[in-house]
T-cell receptor, first 114, second 114 residues
Framework: AQSVSQHNHHVILSEAASLELGCNYS??????LFWYVQYPGQHLQLLLK??????LVKGIKGFEAEFIKSKFSFNLRKPSVQWSDTAEYFC????????????FGAGTILRVKS | NAGVTQTPKFQVLKTGQSMTLQCAQD?????MSWYRQDPGMGLRLIHY???????DQGEVPNGYNVSRSTTEDFPLRLLSAAPSQTSVYFC?????????????FGEGSRLTVL
């Protein structure tokens, strides 16, 4: 079965620190990759996505992610976090032939201290 | 546009009771789906629909029924609630049924089964 692993469940950073959240998936075929964010009390919203092309994708609010096919990874990065980045972050993957069915990772709760 | 609207936002049930979580979208999206979110497990797909009259099971369908009589509505029914169904439920939709990428989420429905 396809699975998505997020390396850390809780991350605590100070403002201006750099962020990297790990995501690995188990499926070897062609995949689409996503990062979603859930701010406290809000619904999930899309941060960025990768379908094809440049493996370094940029999303909203200064986030970026790099797809490394050989490592089955899609890590999320931000050079300098802000207090407002406090949220839960979900990596998600779908296989090309599975339409819009996304498999989500367990999520990483990020807390940024001001 | 309202986007994806879920009701109710909160519900408490006793074991064995039945209820329906409502989901409506006003974006003319073909694809609709229901996920449940549990701590440490991310989001898991319950049921999905690729158009009116068409539904299919996701990863964790047991104990839940769905129907799709119109493009706009996709209710989720719990026929006999169990404590294991205590969770936060999210409805999500997207424009196409094949890899269009972004899912639009509702604000969630928090269900507690006693």
């Amino acid at each position: 079965a396809q699975s998505v692993s997020q390396h850390n469940h809780h991350v605590i950073l100070s403002e201006a620190a750099s962020l990297e959240l790990g995501c690995n998936y188990s499926y070897g075929g062609t995949v689409n990759l996503f990062w979603y964010v859930q701010y406290p009390g809000q619904h999930l919203q899309l941060l960025l996505k990768y379908f094809s092309g440049d493996p370094l994708v940029k999303g909203i609010k200064g986030f970026e992610a790099e797809f490394i096919k050989s490592k089955f990874s899609f890590n999320l990065r931000k050079p300098s976090v802000q207090w407002s980045d406090t949220a839960e972050y979900f990596c998600a993957v779908n296989r090309m032939e599975y339409g819009n069915k996304l498999v989500f990772g367990a999520g990483t709760i990020l807390r940024v201290k001001s | 546009n309202a986007g994806v609207t879920q009701t109710p936002k909160f519900q408490v049930l006793k074991t064995g009771q039945s209820m329906t979580l409502q989901c409506a979208q006003d974006m003319n999206h073909e694809y609709m789906s229901w996920y449940r979110q549990d701590p440490g497990m991310g989001l898991r797909l319950i049921h999905y629909s690729v158009g009116a009259g068409i539904t299919d099971q996701g990863e964790v369908p047991n104990g839940y029924n769905v129907s799709r009589s119109t493009t706009e509505d996709f209710p989720l029914r719990l026929l006999s609630a169990a404590p294991s169904q205590t969770s936060v439920y999210f409805c999500a939709s997207s424009y196409g049924v094949t890899n269009t990428g972004e899912l639009f989420f509702g604000e969630g429905s928090r269900l507690t089964v006693l």
